[in-house]
């Protein structure tokens, strides 16, 4: 069994379709999405059919709660216009498959997909401290789980109790120890910030217990052309390609 992961589309169909290409050749058996479908780029409704046409099992993040109503936290403007933007590119039924995203979800009770961290959805594992103090939550709380998948930073990562990888800025293979439990970030799809253009995604292949990563080219430019067109904030097509 060999699954692909992917995490935070934010709407750009042309890093999307590259990514579900290179996980189909490498023929996976299923495709999760740990959260952020929609917001920031200008294909909410594409990227939402790509999901489904392919039957890629998701949850929701932030910004798909956002764009659903669920929340009414004060952020920026930027992402507010972004957010009414998505919300005039979608169907009812597009809403409706957005809102009736899980906040998290297990696959074969050992593998957990969240959008922030196993301790609170929104919750950005960006510091050592982060990542140990979920670490210990999940040998307390939910020891059954091995890995946990989570997006929400846009960064690559491999944490476990005595190991870090990160930087992974090409496609490369990692040696999992099923001793351990793991905190595991694909990198994002549609946004990468590790100042890496490429879109991310990862392959987990369950009997060997190696995770793959692939970092993807696509076209950035169409991408950004698309954003300018439809009125979002320039500053979101320009950081695109510093891949922050
Ligand atoms: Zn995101």
Do not use: W
Request: aromatic residues 10%; negative net charge; charged residues 25%.
């Amino acid at each position: 069994m060999r699954f692909g992961i992917i995490a935070d589309i934010h709407a750009n169909l042309e890093a999307l379709t590259a990514v579900l290409d290179t996980l189909k050749r490498q023929e996976v058996d299923q495709i999760f999405c740990v959260g952020d479908i929609v917001g920031y780029n200008a294909n909410p409704a594409e990227c939402i059919e790509l999901l489904k046409e392919n039957g890629v099992i998701s949850i929701s993040g932030n910004h798909d709660r956002f764009t659903s109503g669920e929340i009414d936290a004060i952020i920026r403007k930027e992402t507010r216009d972004v957010i009414n933007f998505t919300r005039n590119a979608l169907s009812t039924e597009q809403m409706d498959y957005i809102a009736s995203l899980p906040e998290e979800r297990y696959f074969e009770d050992i593998f957990l997909f969240v959008h922030g961290s196993p301790r609170h959805k929104d919750e950005y594992i960006n510091s050592l401290q982060i990542a140990r103090s979920n670490l210990q939550l999940l040998q307390r709380e939910r020891p059954f789980v091995s890995v946990c998948f989570y997006g929400h930073t846009h960064l690559p990562y491999i944490i476990s109790p005595n190991r870090i990888e990160t930087d992974i800025h090409r496609s490369t293979s990692f040696e999992l120890d099923p001793k351990f439990t793991y905190l595991i970030n694909p990198g994002g799809v549609g946004q990468p910030r590790d100042q890496c253009p490429l879109a991310s995604c990862a392959i987990f292949d369950v009997d060997r217990y190696v995770v793959h990563y692939f970092r993807v080219e696509y076209d950035i430019e169409t991408t950004q052309g698309k954003i300018r067109e439809a009125g979002i904030d320039h500053k979101i097509a320009d950081r695109l390609s510093k891949g922050r």
